[in-house]
Each structure stands twice: as structure tokens, then as C-alpha cells.
């Protein structure tokens, strides 16, 4: 018979090795990077499950410039997910997506924006500013797909102006 240590533990490993298989089953793949095309790739939003191997993934990076690193990727993964949205046809409540994907992006600009400041990582200024210049280009082509003013062209329109906010942060702190 056995103890419910020995359940809890099996319990922990199980969920230690679902949670690594989807942090390596993840959806995303590189492209090769262009001046105005994405570095990642994914075929669906992430979902509560791969967010949660996100975070574990993120823990258990130990140095600023793997965290700073692995920000960036998130950072383009969400980008990468609001173009899959607004380019699918499959997703019946795309509208909804839309609004949450917006936010999310605008939330990681400015997660990886604070984290570079709070660790002095002055030499990923540049880089970044860069980076997000390069997604203020994709985010504008990407609002064009909306008429203007509507909704859905203000919700990208907020992104294209976090873009410029984040990167004069970055350039004047």
C-alpha cells in the first residue's frame, strides 16, 4: 500500500513532465528575420496551460540576459499571435481575441521595457528601441487591415503608440 507521499509525488512528476512537454512542444518556430517581418511564427493564441510553462520557462532562467532574452521572444510571440488573429479566418470569436491579444502585446512591450530599465541593461537600449520600431512598422500595416477610427483600428492604433512611448521611455531613462 502506498503513502500519500509517495501519491504526492507521483503527482508532482506528472505535472513537472506535462508542464516541460508543452515548454518543448511549443508552437512557435523561428523565420528568418526581415526588416519588417515577424521572427516567430504560431498557429494559435497561447493558451492558460502554455502561459503557465511560459512563466515556469522564465523561472527558471537564472542570469538578466537570458530573462531579457526570453522577454523579447515573448514579447515577438505576442506580436506573432496578433497578426494570427487578424489574419485567420478559423476563429469565430476573432473580435474578442482581437481586444485580448492587443492588450497582452501592450502588456509585454511593457514588461520587457520595465525589466530592462529596474536591471540597468543599458546595452539592450539600442536593440530594443530598434526592435520595437521594427514592430511599430508591422503593427501599422497590420491596422491598415481595419477601416479607420473603428474599434478594432484604435485597439492597433494603441499598440502602434505604446511602441513609440515604450521606446522613449527606454531612451530617456
Same mark, same amino acid.
Given at each position: 500500500?502506498?503513502?500519500?507521499k ?8 506528472t505535472a513537472?513532465?506535462?508542464?516541460? &512537454?508543452l /515548454?518543448? #512542444?511549443?508552437? %512557435?518556430?523561428?523565420? *528568418?528575420?526581415g #526588416?519588417?517581418?515577424i521572427?516567430?511564427? /504560431? #498557429?494559435?493564441?497561447?493558451? +492558460?496551460?502554455?502561459?503557465?510553462? *511560459?512563466?515556469?520557462q522564465l +523561472?527558471l532562467? +537564472?542570469n538578466n540576459?537570458? @530573462? ?8 515577438? @510571440? ?6 494570427? /488573429?487578424?489574419?485567420? *479566418?478559423?476563429?469565430?470569436?476573432? $473580435?474578442?481575441?482581437? *481586444? ?9 512591450? &511593457? /514588461?520587457l521595457?520595465?525589466?530592462?530599465? #529596474? ?6 537600449? @539600442?536593440?530594443?528601441?530598434?526592435? +520595437? ?7 501599422? &500595416?497590420?491596422r ?6 473603428s &474599434? ?8 502602434? %503608440?505604446?511602441? @513609440?512611448?515604450?521606446? $522613449? ?5
Amino acid at each position: 500500500m502506498r503513502s500519500i507521499k509517495s501519491y504526492f509525488l507521483l503527482i508532482f512528476l506528472t505535472a513537472i513532465i506535462f508542464i516541460f &512537454g508543452l /515548454v518543448l #512542444n511549443n508552437s %512557435a518556430y523561428a523565420q *528568418e528575420s526581415g #526588416n519588417s517581418s515577424i521572427n516567430i511564427q /504560431v #498557429n494559435h493564441v497561447a493558451g +492558460f496551460f502554455e502561459k503557465i510553462a *511560459e512563466k515556469l520557462q522564465l +523561472f527558471l532562467k +537564472f542570469n538578466n540576459q537570458d @530573462k531579457v532574452s526570453y522577454h523579447q521572444n515573448l514579447t515577438e @510571440k505576442r506580436l506573432a499571435e496578433l497578426k494570427f /488573429v487578424i489574419n485567420s *479566418e478559423s476563429y469565430t470569436d476573432k $473580435d474578442y481575441l482581437l *481586444e485580448d491579444t492587443t492588450s497582452r502585446y501592450t502588456s509585454y512591450l &511593457g /514588461v520587457l521595457t520595465d525589466f530592462i530599465i #529596474n536591471n540597468h541593461l543599458n546595452e539592450k537600449r @539600442k536593440d530594443m528601441t530598434a526592435l +520595437f520600431d521594427r514592430h511599430r512598422k508591422i503593427l501599422e &500595416g497590420l491596422r491598415d487591415h481595419f477601416p479607420v477610427e473603428s &474599434g478594432w483600428w484604435l485597439l492597433l492604433d494603441q499598440d502602434v %503608440a505604446a511602441t @513609440k512611448i515604450y521606446s $522613449d521611455k527606454l531612451n530617456n531613462t
